[in-house]
């Protein structure tokens, strides 16, 4: 006797960007400290106190710059290049999104904190960058999952995905149930022929161009 199995295939949502009514609230809502940059073109970034976050947000509150190597690196190519499309995989606060913004040029930001991402969301509003910067609240994989991330109470960009066995063994961490996407799945968002990628994932730091 012939049996049939049959098995449905379910395709993930393609990945939404947050909306402008997501950038309102957020302006509306988060209580964040603003401050005004120091970089060659200034613009508001959304930041924690020191104590929560002693690095990008405390460095971004005592000097006004996060990385200035790095910032200096990709402020000179967004200076001569506006026709590119610049993806931050690792948002955090949105720093260099922003950045990229500030000369002209589309970004991408990928971020799965909501907490770093409601703080992005009122950056953009307040430096009115809504066209230029699409925000995706993910974290980066190989493939679509939702996961475990953990984020260090004092290091707001230090967030890592971790397997289900080591999150059982987390007490102090803070931690978040985080959707994943895959590079290809932002292919749609992206409308240059140039692409740079920054990936600032944990302990790792890449650009790509």
């Not at 200035?68 to 000179?76: E, G, I, N, R, Y």
């Not at 690792?90 to 907490?115: M, T």
């Amino acid at each position: 006797m012939l049996s049939l199995t049959l098995i449905w295939y379910i395709q993930p949502k393609p990945p939404r960007p947050k909306s402008a009514k997501d950038v309102t609230r957020a302006l509306n809502e988060d209580d964040s400290i603003c401050r005004k940059t120091l970089t060659a073109r200034p613009f508001n970034v959304c930041i924690y106190n020191d104590t929560e976050d002693i690095y990008i947000s405390k460095s971004l509150s005592t000097s006004g710059i996060w990385e200035p190597d790095v910032t200096a690196f990709l402020s000179k190519i967004f200076k001569t290049s506006e026709t590119l499309t610049f993806i931050d995989i690792g948002a955090n606060v949105g720093y260099f999104s922003l950045l990229a913004a500030s000369f002209g040029v589309n970004a991408i930001a990928v971020e799965p904190i909501e907490r770093n991402v409601a703080k992005l969301l009122k950056a953009i509003g307040l430096n009115w960058m809504v066209n230029e910067i699409r925000v995706f609240q993910y974290a980066m994989s190989n493939k679509r999952v939702a996961d475990w991330m953990q984020v260090p109470t004092n290091n707001q960009g230090g967030g890592k995905i971790v397997m289900e066995k080591e999150w059982k063994e987390i007490v102090d961490e803070r931690k978040h149930r985080v959707e994943t996407v895959t590079l290809d799945d932002l292919a749609d968002f992206i409308t240059t022929e140039d692409v740079i990628i920054k990936i600032d994932v944990g302990e790792l730091i890449l650009l790509y161009t």
